[in-house]
């Protein structure tokens, strides 16, 4: 009894296997390798980054560079005021 339920749950397994390779999309990440962020930073957030990102000084190009990275992206497009005056960095992948 036990061999057939163990043939049977391979079975099972097998053909679930198969199941997800026919069954999964084979194009590319096109859209997720293009994708960017906003982030919109609050003037008091007590580190001084709006400090050097608002001032357009040479900080705020490290700042927005380290800022990108630790929310997973890979470069910062730019930063400073948006049109309605708020802090604001955009990243890219």
């Not at 749950?9 to 990440?29: D, E, V």
Request: with cysteine.
């Amino acid at each position: 009894m036990r061999r057939a339920v163990a043939i049977f749950a391979f079975a099972s397994l097998s053909a679930a296997l198969s199941m997800s390779f026919l069954i999964a999309p084979s194009g590319g990440t096109r859209a997720a390798a293009d994708a960017t962020g906003l982030f919109v930073l609050p003037p008091n957030d007590g580190y001084g980054v709006a400090d050097c990102i608002a001032n357009g000084d040479e900080c705020g190009a490290v700042v927005a560079q380290s800022w990108c990275a630790s929310h997973g992206f890979s470069r910062a497009d730019r930063f400073g005021r948006d049109a309605d005056g708020n802090l604001s960095i955009a990243c890219g992948r």
